[in-house]
């Protein structure tokens, strides 16, 4: 079986560190990463600055649902560009519709699609808090995965988390400019700002919640015995 992942810049593959200007640190999204996570293949057709409505336009989602075969995944992970164009792409409007239609075309292949809400961007308020920088895209996502009975996978949530947990500077290593900085290396000043793009540690994080996530939607271990009935039989 083959997991697809069809998304924006969040989910790509690496740009071998050509936006830093260091081979050492790539800006990548968390596709990349899910490789070795996963003993399934994973075809990562996922590109920067995509929309719902450009993956289609230029070709990107014909290329998916051509490689898609009865049982396969497909995980959809759009909203970081849509906002941007709220007449064409609002959130319960274009954004949604075309969500809708993929899931739709997926299981028509006989394939399973799975919803992912955006990743967060890392943008602290000056008092430490992490600001919310979607809007009501998340919310869309989780309301069209219940109504169509999509799996979902909650990655607005876990990055919230993930950047809170480690906080404002520690968190910083997950992004290009971050990680240039702890190497004492020369950080270019159209990465300085940048917290939404990931290099390989922040990947490999969001890469690692997507895995144990599939696992538990696939019920792998469902059926292994609770561990404390292990414990009660040993006495």
Known sequence: MTIHLAGDSTVAPTDHGATSGHPEIPLLGWGDELVPLVADDVHNAAIGGATTKSFRDEGHWARVIGAVRPGDTVIIQFGHNDQKEPDELAADGGYRRRLDEFVTEVRALGARPVLATSVERRWFADDGSLRWSHGAYPATVRALAAERDVPLIELTVFTRWLYTWLGV????????????AAAGLEVPDAMRQDNTHFTTAGARYVAQY??????????VHDAETPVGLEIAARG
């Open 210 to 219: 997507v895995a144990e996530a599939l696992v538990s939607l696939d019920g």
């Open 169 to 180: 500077e520690a968190s910083a290593a997950l992004f290009p400019h971050g990680a240039a």
